[in-house]
């Protein structure tokens, strides 16, 4: 237990310190200078009368903060930490008083020569689980300027994290179906426009569109329409593959980005064909809807990314909202192409 994981060892990552506008503690409550004059030595290091000291200090400091807290002696062997440590990290102060810190042990270079630490480090709880925190680190120092003990602050960001991703996934989620909205189907475009230039391959975008959704909304009801939205995003990531961009575009139309398509025309031609094909055969079994079973084809627009266009996400789009149209026109199920021109008709 000698090297117990009461933060793990540290991952920097390099962001700007913060400008202050004056010294003061990263302790709530008490400034760096008071704390730095306890007045302790090498030798009475961990008797009472110095841990009475620090409690009182520490008490002003307001200790039991939202922050965990670790008191270490010169050493870095752990005499006191708060109930947010606990906390945060899961181990007891039982279990952490009197062991060392690994993540403090690992920086104790860096501790000697500067005297402090703020940074950002990847913590490991006592289940396993990682989390990220904002580790800051200051020594107390005697009359001599000999360092005695130092004080350890974090902050566990893994909450915080995890509410950006949640945000940033909302941004870029369609919230019925789960699949990219239409922000993210734009920065998927532009990255197969850019690959396909970069790795003279090229790419497509395939526009698929519900034949007689709208009928089915009608009969069914707007719910039961949901739900067809929703086995269909399904079956379209499960016939793709989960490295194929699909994006509902809105209503019942959905957006597929198709890269690495071949270096030549007919190459891309015949790899677009089958994956179209794939498209038409996983609608091909009926729905199952409240117990009721429907039916459904789609009508599929094709616009080819050549590797020398300069093309816009937005264009691309739009040849391939038009080319579906003629899709539907010519009685649906069946894929046309912008630049192919060929029509190929459903069984």
Request: hydrophobic letters at 40%; aromatic letters at 6%.
């Amino acid at each position: 237990m000698e090297a117990m994981d009461t933060l793990t060892q540290p991952t920097r990552i390099s962001v700007p310190r913060p400008k202050r506008k004056h010294a003061a503690s990263t302790l709530p409550g008490l400034s760096l200078p008071e704390l730095a004059h306890v007045s302790t030595t090498p030798d009475a290091v961990g008797d009472e009368h110095t841990l009475a000291q620090l409690d009182r200090c520490i008490a002003e400091t307001t200790f039991e903060s939202s922050e965990g807290v670790v008191v270490t002696d010169a050493d870095l062997r752990t005499l006191k930490v708060n109930n947010s440590f606990t906390r945060i990290t899961g181990f007891s102060k039982r279990e952490a008083i009197g062991f060392r810190s690994t993540i403090l042990s690992d920086i104790r270079e860096h501790l000697v020569r500067d005297r402090s630490w703020n940074d950002e480090v990847i913590g490991r709880k006592k289940s396993g689980e990682t989390y990220s925190a904002k580790l800051r680190v200051k020594a107390v120092v005697d009359a001599h300027d000999r360092v005695t003990h130092y004080i350890a602050t974090f902050n566990d960001l893994s909450a915080k994290e995890a509410l950006q991703r949640k945000i940033t996934h909302l941004g870029f989620t369609d919230s019925l179906t789960g699949l990219k909205n239409r922000s993210a189907l734009l920065i998927s475009l532009q990255r197969a426009i850019d690959k396909s230039r970069e790795q003279q391959s090229y790419a497509a975008v395939l526009l698929v569109d519900m034949d007689d959704f709208r009928s089915h909304n009608v009969r069914l009801g707007h719910l039961a329409g949901d739900m067809l939205l929703q086995q269909s995003a399904r079956r379209l990531v499960q016939a793709l593959g989960p490295n194929v961009a699909v994006a509902r575009l809105f209503a019942d139309k959905f957006m597929v980005v198709l890269e690495e398509l071949g270096a030549t025309t007919d190459e891309a031609q015949v790899n677009v064909q089958a994956r179209a094909a794939c498209i038409r055969n996983c609608f091909s079994e009926a729905f199952d809807i409240n117990a009721t079973p429907v039916f459904a084809s789609v009508s599929m627009g094709l616009c080819l990314i050549g590797m020398q266009n300069v093309i816009s996400t937005d264009v691309l789009i739009d040849r391939a909202e038009m080319v579906t149209y003629d899709a539907k026109q010519a009685g649906g199920d069946c894929l046309f192409s912008f630049e192919f021109g060929a029509m190929e008709h459903g069984a």
